[in-house]
C-alpha cells in the first residue's frame, strides 16, 4: 500500500513559475510492516535544470551584428624606409616586398611585407602634417604604430563600437592603403594600441 505525506509542498503556480522548487517526500509501507520516506524534487525542476541556454530569459549568445575577422597587417613607423625594406628583403628574407607608395591624404608612404598568413605595413612621413612624423618625433627608431583587423561590415562594426563607448579617430570610413574602407579607434579606448578596422 502507497501513502504519500506532502511535507513541503505549496500549490502555488507562480511561485513554481518563478523557479522555486518545492520538494515532497514519499511514505512507502513494504510487505513487514515498516516505513521508509523518500524526498524527490518535481520533474519540471529537473528539466528546467537542463534546459539549454538562451531558452530561459538569457540573451543569445552567438548573434552579432558584425564579425571579426584575421589580423590584416602590423604597421611599423620608420625613420628610413629604404633602410628598413632592405632589412626584411635582404637580412630576414622576406619573399615579398612592395614597391613605395604615397598615400597623400593619409600623410604617408607605405612598403607592405608579405608574410603568407598576414602582413608588415611600413610607414614613412608624407608632407609636414604627416601623423607619422609627430610618432617618430616621440620615438625616434621607430616602432609599432597600429594593428589592422578584419571585419565583414565596417559600418555596422563602427556604430557598434561606439555606442559602446568606444571613440573612434574617424566620423565614418574612409579609404585605406588597401583601396577598402577603414576607420581607427582610440589607443586610449583600446588597451594604448592604435586599432585599424578594416573592411574584408
Known amino acids: 500500500m502507497l501513502s504519500r ?9 507562480p511561485h513554481r513559475a ?10 512507502r509501507t513494504n510487505s513487514t510492516g515498516s516505513t521508509k520516506s523518500i524526498e524527490a524534487a518535481p520533474a519540471a525542476a ?6 539549454p541556454a538562451g531558452q530561459a530569459g538569457l540573451p543569445p549568445q552567438n548573434h552579432p551584428v558584425w564579425e571579426l575577422g584575421v589580423l ?6 620608420v625613420p628610413d624606409m629604404a633602410k628598413s625594406a632592405a632589412f626584411y628583403k635582404n637580412v630576414l628574407r622576406a619573399k615579398e616586398v612592395s614597391e613605395q607608395v604615397a598615400l597623400p591624404e593619409h600623410g604617408v608612404y607605405t612598403v607592405f611585407v608579405h608574410l603568407g598568413n598576414t602582413k ?8 609636414d602634417k604627416s601623423p607619422i612624423a609627430k610618432f617618430l618625433e616621440r620615438n625616434k627608431d621607430g ?7 578584419e571585419v565583414d561590415d565596417i559600418e555596422a562594426a563602427l556604430l557598434d563600437v561606439t555606442t559602446k563607448g568606444i571613440r573612434s579617430l574617424d566620423k565614418k570610413p574612409k579609404i585605406g592603403a588597401h583601396g577598402k574602407p577603414v576607420v581607427f579607434l582610440h589607443p586610449k579606448d583600446c588597451g594604448g594600441v592604435l586599432v585599424e578596422l578594416e573592411q574584408k
Open 18 to 27: 518563478a523557479g522555486v522548487v518545492r520538494r515532497f517526500s514519499i511514505s
Open 5 to 13: 505525506n506532502i511535507k513541503s509542498f505549496v500549490a502555488n503556480a
Open 143 to 149: 616602432g609599432i604604430h597600429h594593428v589592422c583587423i
Open 46 to 51: 529537473a528539466r528546467r535544470s537542463s534546459a
Open 120 to 127: 608588415i605595413e611600413l610607414l614613412h612621413p608624407y608632407g
Open 72 to 77: 590584416n597587417h602590423v604597421a611599423i613607423a
